[in-house]
Nanobody
Framework: QVQLVESGGGLVQPGGSLRLSCAASGSIFVINVMGWYRQAPGKERELVATITPGGNTAYADSVKGRFTISGDNAKNTVYLQMNSLGPEDTAVYYC?????????????WGQGTQVTVSS
């Protein structure tokens, strides 16, 4: 089983930036896709961005041009650089890993990290 540990959330003023990190660890596995999701109060969890080991990325329309997802394959770590943050970005951000091991293909979630954008 893969464990995900997130870090980097916090309180930031509108227009500010934050960088989230997510490190994956566990038994022998292969990452298929890693991504960031977020859930605001009273709303459903939504996709923010994804990245494959080959570097292919995808973004929600709401964050294109402001957020950048990147990864370090050697460290099994994915990052989310968030710029020009606004109150609408306030949410709990979750890391997700779609991975395969000798038993099959699975998904794993991190514990979540709070991002609050407020003056």
């Amino acid at each position: 089983q893969v464990q995900l540990v997130e870090s980097g959330g916090g309180l930031v003023q509108p227009g500010g930036s934050l960088r989230l990190s997510c490190a994956a660890s566990g038994s022998i596995f292969v990452i298929n896709v890693m991504g960031w999701y977020r859930q605001a109060p009273g709303k459903e969890r939504e996709l923010v961005a994804t990245i494959t080991p080959g570097g292919n990325t995808a973004y929600a329309d709401s964050v294109k041009g402001r957020f950048t997802i990147s990864g370090d394959n050697a460290k099994n770590t994915v990052y989310l650089q968030m710029n020009s943050l606004g109150p609408e970005d306030t949410a709990v951000y979750y890391c997700n890993a779609d991975y395969s091991d000798y038993e099959g293909r699975f998904g794993s979630w991190g514990q979540g990290t709070q991002v609050t954008v407020s003056s």
